[in-house]
């Protein structure tokens, strides 16, 4: 079975910096999606980006990046210029293709960000 | 406002009552989800539809009775819960390929007392 694992239960960081959050999986899969979730205190679970497992460039999307490295199965989250709007917690999850669709999360990071 | 909508918001219920979560979404997604999120764990998967069609039961307990009527709307109907059943039930739905990911409504936030 696949699982997610997010060894940072609580994040910090300072306005304006930098933090990257950290994602290991474990499949035997070779084609999959990864993903990171953000959901703040309003519980909307809101899609923050995307990776295809045989696209090798890394996603992007405007102040998120990610570090996708599938031979060791690691997938962190890059979070430049940090705003307030920032504080949330992270879910990483996998789905490996052809699943019925299913997402597996870990168990989340939660992010503070101090001003 | 995503596009996933779920009631009510927030629900206190005793443990021999029957209740109905409800979940819409007019995205034109074919698949539907529900998850169960409790404190310190991962995000649990209970069921999935796919057109209309359960495709999926994750082991969940027969207290909790799923009702997918068309692909926009999903039901989880409650029936003798346990207090271990308090948690934030999450609906989501997708287009038929994986790869997009979720929407995701704001959640139910179940007490059973």
């Known amino acids: 079975a696949q699982t997610v694992t997010q060894s940072q239960p609580e994040m910090s960081v300072q306005e304006a910096e930098t933090v990257t959050l950290s994602c290991t999986y474990d499949t035997s899969e070779s084609d999959y999606y990864l993903f990171w979730y953000k959901q703040p205190p309003s519980r909307q679970m809101i899609l923050v980006i995307r990776q295809e497992a045989y696209k090798q460039q890394n996603a992007t999307e405007n102040r998120f990046s990610v570090n996708f490295q599938k031979a060791a199965k690691s997938f962190s989250l890059k979070i430049s210029d940090s705003q307030l709007g920032d504080a949330a917690m992270y879910f990483c999850a996998y789905t490996k293709m052809g699943s019925n669709y299913k997402l597996t999360f870990g168990k989340g990071t939660l992010l503070t960000v101090n001003p | 406002e995503t596009g996933v909508t779920q009631t009510p918001r927030h629900l206190v219920m005793g443990m021999t009552n029957k209740k109905s979560l409800k979940c819409e979404q007019h995205?034109?997604?074919?698949?539907m989800y529900w998850y169960k999120q409790s404190a310190k764990k991962p995000l649990e998967l209970m069921f999935v539809?796919?057109?209309?069609?359960?495709?999926e039961n994750n082991s969940v307990p027969s207290r909790f009775s799923p009702e997918c009527p068309n692909s926009s709307h999903l039901f989880l109907h409650l029936h003798t819960l346990q207090p271990e059943d308090s948690a934030l039930y999450l609906c989501?739905?997708?287009?038929?390929?994986?790869?997009?990911?979720?929407?995701f409504g704001s959640g139910t936030r179940l007490t059973v007392v």
């Open positions: 539809y796919n057109f209309k069609e359960q495709t």
């Open positions: 995205l034109g997604h074919n698949a």
């Open positions: 989501a739905s997708s287009p038929s390929s994986t790869g997009v990911g979720y929407t």
